[in-house]
């Protein structure tokens, strides 16, 4: 399992990709992603998926 962003929701602040303890996030021209096969959804991190817990837009961090 992993987490997708929502493209059309994301303001592109960038706070998520710091946040993530697996690397998954990038940024691509200015567009948010998580690579799903690096996610691991924080588990042995995290109580809670970081992205979704920084994220300033609700349910824009979502599992896929
Ligand atoms: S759920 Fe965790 S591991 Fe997956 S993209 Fe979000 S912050 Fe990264
Ligand atoms: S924290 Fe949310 S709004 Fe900010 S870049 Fe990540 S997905 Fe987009």
Not at 12 to 24: D, L, M, R, T, Y
Request: glycine share 6%; aromatic share 6%; with cysteine.
């Amino acid at each position: 399992m992993a987490y997708k962003i929502i493209a059309e929701q994301c303001t592109g602040c960038g706070a998520c990709e710091f946040e993530c303890p697996s690397k998954a996030i990038k940024e691509k021209n200015g567009v948010f992603a998580i690579n799903a096969e690096k996610c691991t959804e924080c588990e042995g991190s995290f109580d809670t998926p970081q992205c979704a817990s920084v994220c300033p837009v609700d349910d824009t961090c979502v599992p896929v």
